[in-house]
């Protein structure tokens, strides 16, 4: 019995690609360095920082230099984080449907909370969601069940009354560690080179809207 729709944030309810991107832009402006791609940008959007300091700059967490980075890259996305970020189009109407139909629903994103919880709020989902579960809510983020765990509990559901939806391997990992069902939004930020289809999801969505019509068939 599904009581609970569970959503990763970035790639998933909210296209935050565009800020993120503008953000790593303006460091490599700050470079003389020619403004990337979004093209290239838009599949590391959910991989966070470390994804995107990767295809921004070539480097990785061990570099020298990453700290540094990482930290001026998040000053200026606090900056622009609700400047261009707003909900996929049919993720409105989706959650309608959801509440419609009596089901509660909740975020569990690995985006820090001083991220998360201004983005949130500034897109009303705050006032309606049954939990809100960021990066750092929890001592160890996704793909560690722990995160999914604490959303269950805040929610009041079983996590086999729960469903995930994300579009990052590491969403399906931490469902299946907890026996939440998962699905894989295949409008998100995945790469070329990802294989949503060996990730051992239940299933894919093409759309938001896809989400309803994948639970009047099968839930």
Known sequence: MLRTVLFDLDGTLVDTAP??????????????????????????????????????????????????????????????????SPLFPGVAEMLDGLEQRGLSWGIVTNKPARYTDPLVAHLGLDRRAACIVSGDTCARPKPHPEPMQHACRVAASAPEECLYVGDAERDVQAA???????????????????????WGAQGYIETPGALLDYLTGGA
């Open 19 to 84: 800020d993120l991107g503008a953000a790593l832009n303006e460091m490599r402006a700050r470079r003389d360095l020619a403004p990337l791609d979004y093209a290239l940008i838009r599949p590391q959007a959910s991989h966070g920082s470390q994804g995107l300091l990767r295809v921004g700059f070539g480097i990785g967490a061990d570099h020298p230099q990453f700290a540094a980075l990482r930290l001026e890259f998040l000053e200026i996305y606090t900056d622009c984080l609700t400047d261009n």
């Open 176 to 198: 299946r560690a907890v026996g939440m069902p998962a699905l894989v939004a295949l409008y998100g930020y995945l790469a070329e080179d990802d294989s949503p289809e060996a």
